[in-house]
């Protein structure tokens, strides 16, 4: 099969990785890529905005399957497109992804089905948000409707604190048209799961749990990310916690879309709270999660392009997806700066090394400049440790990430330092 995927990030590198584990596979294309893609893939220097151009190329070089990786164009109705091009697409069409692409029809969804969520209010003015939001306690969080790269929830610990994302998101709109209405949610106390699925319509089929650290900085402290890195499986979250979030929240959303006339097929992404209620919906996602699919996927037997195939042709009931029992944990190195504004072209160096020792580094913001690798955004790489159990595919996560080097590379040092305890 000739396989295009759509994508530049850490998740698409992985994607792309897995896929060209498979022995279906013939060529792998990615668009736009990065330059650790490109050592595995032809790069296609088209955006992932630019539906004609893709939708061209696929048919000009005889794509056989595209596989979309972002939420952008797929809010957008990229595998629309595709579909109308006649070319087969694997992830939801513009519908069903809404589920990601509004954050208020999701909200509302969940509320419809009696699907567990925290308690939330919606507004479209700021003054209205305003007054309610002074009648409410702290913590409370603030979520733009609309996607915002990540970075369109504040998790509020003072009410100016609040008041102050309230007026960037409604009135700055430093999140653009995604500001034009706002969730204003309770604070869930708890630890955060996230779980992947692979869905076509009512068949839900999990991936193994993972769990992400949003914040920049060590101990969740300092603004949001779009994650720093993750880790998998989580040996301190019982079984029973897992079974209950697939069988109340997964499995009930895939059939309330189903029933909304919206049946999902791809990958959705749930991130969860397990509070003392049992685990709550903080959001979903339409797309493989990024950095959770950089350890998920490293752990699948299964050939993904099966899984894929089956998804489409309504056969993913029928398929029994295997997956490894070693520990895989994923910690991000990212440009100083970052979450907000940062530099690029810092030359990267170690790589090589890194993965001598047996680490897989997946590229998220880098590109090729005069024969080096170099910084090309916010979140630079995924470098990813495995083993046994967390203990050592966290050693080696960190002996890896110790051998990387660019001018003001940071990154978290404590991930996965809960599953430890």
Same mark, same amino acid.
């Given at each position: 099969? /000739? @396989?295009?995927?759509?994508?530049?990030?850490?998740? %698409?590198?992985?994607?792309?990785?897995?896929? &060209?584990?498979?022995?279906?596979? &013939?060529?792998?294309?990615?668009?736009?890529?990065?330059?650790?893609?490109?050592?595995?893939?032809?790069?296609?220097? +088209?955006?992932?905005?630019?539906?004609? %151009?893709?939708?061209?190329?696929?048919?000009?070089?005889? @794509?056989?399957?595209? =596989?979309?990786?972002?939420?952008?164009?797929?809010a957008d109705g990229i595998v629309d497109a595709f579909e109308a091009a006649g070319i087969p697409a694997f992830g939801p069409n513009k519908l069903a992804a809404e589920i990601e692409g509004s954050k208020i029809f999701m909200k509302d969804l969940l509320k419809k089905y009696n699907i567990p969520t925290a308690k939330y209010e919606t507004f479209t003015s =700021? !003054? &209205?948000?305003?007054?309610?939001? #002074?009648?409410?306690?702290?913590?409370?969080?603030?979520?733009?409707?609309?996607?915002?790269?990540?970075?369109?929830?504040?998790?509020?610990?003072?009410?100016?604190?609040?008041?102050?994302?309230? #007026?960037?998101?409604?009135?700055?709109?430093? =999140?653009? %048209?995604?500001?034009?209405?706002?969730?204003?949610?309770?604070? $869930?106390?708890?630890?955060?799961?996230?779980?992947?699925?692979?869905?076509?319509?009512? *068949?839900?089929?999990?991936?193994?749990?993972?769990?992400?650290?949003?914040?920049?900085?060590?101990?969740?402290?300092?603004?949001? *990310?779009?994650?720093?890195g993750t880790y998998t499986p989580l040996p301190h979250i019982e079984q029973s916690i897992v079974d209950d979030a697939i069988e109340n929240i997964i499995i009930p959303t895939a059939k309330a879309m189903v029933s909304e006339g919206r049946p999902f097929r791809g990958v959705l992404f749930a991130g969860l709270m397990i509070t003392k209620d049992g685990p709550?919906?903080?959001? =979903?996602?339409? #797309?493989?999660?990024?950095?959770?699919?950089?350890?998920?996927?490293?752990?699948?037997?299964?050939?993904?392009?099966?899984?894929?195939?089956?998804?489409?042709?309504? /056969? $993913?009931?029928?398929?029994?997806?295997?997956?490894?029992?070693?520990?895989?944990?994923?910690?991000?190195?990212?440009? !100083?700066?970052?979450?907000?504004?940062?530099?690029?072209? /810092?030359?990267? *160096?170690?790589?090589?090394?890194?993965?001598?020792?047996?680490?897989?580094?997946?590229?998220?913001?880098?590109?090729? &400049?005069?024969?080096? +690798?170099?910084?090309?955004?916010?979140?630079? $790489?995924?470098?990813?440790?495995?083993? /046994?159990?967390?203990?050592?595919?966290?050693?080696?996560?960190?002996?890896?990430?110790?051998?990387?080097?660019?001018?003001?590379?940071?990154? #978290?040092?404590?991930?996965?330092?809960?599953?430890?305890?």
């Amino acid at each position: 099969m /000739r @396989i295009l995927v759509i994508g530049s990030g850490g998740r %698409e590198h992985a994607i792309v990785w897995a896929l &060209k584990k498979s022995e279906k596979v &013939k060529e792998l294309f990615c668009a736009p890529g990065n330059a650790g893609i490109a050592s595995i893939a032809e790069c296609v220097p +088209i955006a992932v905005n630019q539906f004609d %151009e893709l939708t061209s190329f696929a048919r000009d070089s005889s @794509i056989d399957l595209v =596989f979309v990786g972002p939420d952008d164009p797929l809010a957008d109705g990229i595998v629309d497109a595709f579909e109308a091009a006649g070319i087969p697409a694997f992830g939801p069409n513009k519908l069903a992804a809404e589920i990601e692409g509004s954050k208020i029809f999701m909200k509302d969804l969940l509320k419809k089905y009696n699907i567990p969520t925290a308690k939330y209010e919606t507004f479209t003015s =700021f !003054e &209205k948000a305003s007054a309610y939001l #002074r009648e409410q306690s702290t913590p409370i969080v603030i979520k733009a409707d609309g996607l915002a790269a990540g970075k369109g929830v504040t998790v509020a610990a003072t009410m100016e604190e609040a008041e102050a994302a309230l #007026r960037s998101i409604m009135v700055d709109k430093v =999140f653009g %048209e995604a500001g034009n209405q706002v969730v204003i949610e309770e604070f $869930l106390e708890g630890q955060e799961m996230s779980i992947l699925a692979f869905v076509d319509g009512e *068949t839900v089929k999990p991936m193994v749990p993972a769990q992400d650290h949003k914040p920049i900085f060590d101990g969740d402290k300092g603004p949001n *990310t779009g994650g720093m890195g993750t880790y998998t499986p989580l040996p301190h979250i019982e079984q029973s916690i897992v079974d209950d979030a697939i069988e109340n929240i997964i499995i009930p959303t895939a059939k309330a879309m189903v029933s909304e006339g919206r049946p999902f097929r791809g990958v959705l992404f749930a991130g969860l709270m397990i509070t003392k209620d049992g685990p709550k919906t903080i959001e =979903f996602n339409a #797309r493989m999660g990024d950095p959770e699919t950089q350890v998920v996927l490293p752990r699948l037997k299964t050939d993904l392009v099966d899984i894929v195939l089956a998804a489409m042709n309504g /056969r $993913l009931a029928d398929l029994d997806i295997q997956w490894s029992d070693e520990a895989a944990v994923c910690v991000v190195a990212a440009s !100083e700066g970052y979450p907000g504004s940062y530099p690029k072209g /810092r030359v990267i *160096t170690g790589l090589a090394e890194a993965e001598a020792q047996g680490a897989l580094v997946f590229h998220a913001g880098t590109a090729q &400049k005069d024969g080096d +690798i170099v910084t090309s955004g916010g979140r630079v $790489l995924g470098i990813v440790g495995l083993g /046994r159990d967390i203990a050592e595919a966290r050693a080696r996560a960190y002996e890896a990430v110790s051998v990387i080097q660019f001018e003001g590379k940071q990154n #978290r040092t404590d991930i996965a330092a809960k599953a430890l305890v």
